[in-house]
């Protein structure tokens, strides 16, 4: 008995290996091509839809009615993409067809078997996806595809805020124009991928055909500005830029507006066709200057040179190469703009980082003596005032002192202004060494310095006064091996426990204790004359 079931089980095992592959599954759909606007079809086009993958079949310009057969033991949803179609609708006479709140035209299948005719109108011709699933399937993809977009929109809204924004600090209109590309292709794909759908349903005009091709003209008219100006094209090829780029895309963005007010004919087909050709080319045309842009080392030229071919490929595989992957012909676009935007985005961000720090260059500059590397008078009013303002919350002692070099005209008129410069210099960088990194120091005048520190003990500002004023009386420079120039100057000081009213205030006080110290310098000179000549 068991060597008999040994034998006749592989004998059944392989019986019902052949009929599952001899019995085809009871649940089909189909698709076919009835006919057209021109005529109706001799040999319709048909295409069997496997379950889950669906098929492609060529659509052609104009009207077409095509017909879903299908026999399911279980209810399904059949689906298709809205990119190309103007308008769609069917007839149901067998069977109550029940379209789904979905973001592509979704259909609920009933059971049993039954046909359903769909009128689809269209500019041009294309191939189009069909596919029925399994209401399960069907839902777990829907979830999926909305969750991913909806963080891809995200995504979007975050980079058009910060770069907005950015823009808005540094005050460089070029950043306006990428918040604005990159609202309108995310707006672009919000109406190609039809999450619109879901929550407007009945606003015809913005779920249209003609409202999608106006935002792909408004993506592509951005989208050339922006990067015309973040390459400098405009720079370097400037007629070419303006007669070749900018007026390319201006025509791409006037069809798309002309589109909004033409019916289907010949002549919406054929500028519909022209505008997708145009698009491509006018990418081409600027990857191939910004190519040469990204070879002169253009900043920010080579991250746009990538993002710019990833966006061709794409375009390519939408436009040429739109029967080979339905996959990549519908999300190969998406995939291609979200790695731009992010590229961009890091481009945009090097530019933003440049420009700061060129404008906190400039500024510095403007606040910054250049002979004596020290604040200049506006730079140095401004330091005052931020240290004057945070003094007021804190306990300290402010000293102010104000140099200014003894018969500095005399130096100049004998020896030169070069001679000069020099001793300005020089003096500089000793009344440096004896302040604090914290402290500020500015040349306000010819030969005028002064200088503010902050001290917890009034004995520390009358010590640094002391200490910079025994240092200065007394000065010996050489220009050269043979030439010494005596320098000497007078330092006034004050010293407050409280913040002062304002700057000004502080200068003259200083001012008029230099010229205190200047004085009785000079009375004793000439008190020391007087007794060498007695």
């Known amino acids: 008995m068991t060597k008999l079931f040994s034998l006749l089980f592989p004998l059944f095992f392989s019986l019902f290996s052949y009929a599952q592959e001899i019995i085809p599954n009871s649940e089909y759909c189909q698709i076919q091509l009835i006919n057209t606007e021109q005529a109706r079809s001799a040999s319709p086009q048909v295409e069997n839809l496997v379950k889950e993958k669906g098929a492609l079949l060529s659509i052609p310009a104009g009207k077409s009615r095509l017909r879903l057969s299908c026999r399911l033991d279980e209810q399904a949803v059949f689906t298709f993409g809205k990119d190309e179609i103007m308008d769609v609708s069917w007839e149901a006479q067998q069977v109550k067809l029940i379209p789904l709140a979905a973001s592509s035209p979704s259909f609920l299948l009933p059971t049993g078997t039954f046909s359903v005719d769909f009128m ?97 003209g408004l993506t592509v008219f951005t989208a050339t500005v922006f990067i015309v100006r973040l390459t400098e094209l405009q720079s370097a090829w400037p007629k070419l830029t303006r007669y070749g780029l900018e007026l390319g895309a201006s025509g791409v963005l006037l069809m798309s507006v002309l589109m909004l007010f033409l019916d289907h004919n010949n002549l919406s087909g054929l500028i519909g066709n022209t505008m997708a050709r145009m698009t491509l080319l006018l990418m081409l045309g600027i990857l191939i200057l910004v190519s040469i842009q990204a070879y002169r080392n253009v900043q920010g030229a080579k991250l746009v040179f990538l993002s710019l071919a990833l966006m061709v490929v794409a375009m390519i595989f939408r436009i040429v190469l739109n029967d080979v992957n339905p996959f990549l012909q519908r999300y190969a676009l998406i995939i291609a703009f979200a790695f731009e935007a992010f590229i961009l985005a890091i481009a945009v961000s090097a530019r933003i980082k440049n420009i700061k720090a060129d404008k906190m260059l400039a500024e510095s500059q403007a606040n910054t003596d250049e002979l004596c590397n020290v604040l200049n008078r506006r730079g140095w009013n401004k330091k005052t005032n931020e240290v004057l303002s945070e003094q007021k919350t804190n306990v300290g002692f402010i000293c102010l002192l104000y140099i200014d070099l003894n018969d500095f005209k005399q130096i100049n008129d004998k020896w030169g202004h070069d001679a000069g410069d020099k001793v300005l210099k020089v003096v500089a960088d000793i009344i440096r060494h004896q302040l604090h990194s914290i402290d500020s120091i500015g040349r306000i005048g010819g030969d005028e310095f002064v200088t503010l520190s902050i001290f917890h003990q009034r004995s520390e500002a009358e010590n640094l006064a002391i200490r910079v004023r025994e240092r200065l009386q007394a000065v010996n420079l050489y220009i050269d091996k043979q030439t010494k120039i005596e320098v000497s100057a007078s330092v006034g000081h004050v010293i407050y426990d409280e913040p002062p009213k304002d700057v000004d205030h502080m200068l003259s006080q200083a001012d008029e204790s230099m010229y205190r110290i200047k004085r009785s310098n000079k009375q004793v000179q000439n008190q020391q004359k007087n007794y060498a000549n007695s």
């Open 120 to 216: 689809f109108l269209t500019h041009h011709n294309f191939k189009q996806h069909f596919v029925w699933k399994p209401v399960a399937a069907f839902l777990d993809y829907s979830l999926f595809n909305n969750i991913i977009m909806g963080v891809f929109y995200g995504l979007c809204l975050t980079l058009i805020l910060y770069v907005y924004f950015m823009g808005q600090v540094v005050g460089d209109t070029r950043f306006q124009f990428y918040s604005l590309y990159v609202f309108c292709a995310a707006t672009f794909f919000l109406l190609q991928e039809g999450q619109l759908n879901i929550f407007l349903p009945q606003q015809n005009f913005l779920l249209s055909h003609q409202f999608y091709l106006l935002f792909a």
